[in-house]
């Protein structure tokens, strides 16, 4: 079950960057994001960029939240690098109003991360400095955490992609935060009842 959680939390995901956020400039202030933005600077696939960093936080998964999170990142971890590079790479594109293209995406992923964390695996990206934020004190909300980093990759989006990848950036995510806390809230109801 745990193997299942990961790999359709990561197809989720993938499928959101790859198919949704990328091709419509939406600058969410994750990992891929980071990655558009280094890409655009450097002239470089953003792709690449995305396993450059993705790798950089399993190894920090390693070091801070210990062998049972290790174990199942690096099974996101390669599933997220092999479904986003194949689908970055198929030409597929999902065009539609941007506004709605974030909110679309920002579920998709806030559903994927709640999948990946539910099995005690980081999604590789903020997510794994939430987590160990949230392992030295358990009162740390794990999504308003993902969020405020995610406006912070925001800023250097603003030169390199402009305002309106941005401001749309901004809505998905708190999206996707509400998205995370809310499936979480459910389960936790659904557990206790």
Request: hydrophobic share 55%.
């Amino acid at each position: 079950m745990r193997i299942v959680k990961i790999l359709s939390g990561n197809l989720l995901m993938a499928l959101a960057y790859s198919f949704i956020t990328v091709p419509n400039d939406i600058v969410n202030g994750g990992v891929t994001s980071l990655a558009m933005i280094c890409a655009e600077l450097l002239g470089l696939d953003v792709a690449l960029c995305s396993n450059l960093f993705t790798v950089l936080l399993m190894i920090i998964c390693a070091v801070f939240l210990g062998k049972s999170y290790f174990m199942g990142t690096v099974y996101s971890c390669i599933a997220y690098m092999a479904l986003f590079t194949i689908f970055s790479h198929t030409g597929f594109e999902l065009h539609i109003f941007r506004p709605a293209a974030a909110i679309l995406a920002a579920v998709m992923v806030g559903a994927g991360y709640y999948l990946c964390m539910s099995a005690r695996s980081t999604a590789i990206g903020f997510d794994t400095i939430a987590l160990i934020l949230n392992k030295k004190d358990p009162r740390i909300n794990v999504a308003a955490v993902m969020c405020i980093i995610n406006i912070c990759v925001l800023i250097p989006g603003y030169f390199t992609l402009g305002l309106g990848s941005v401001l749309t950036g901004i809505m998905f995510a708190f999206v996707q935060s509400f998205t995370l806390n809310a499936i979480t809230r459910l389960r936790k109801r659904s557990h206790a009842g």
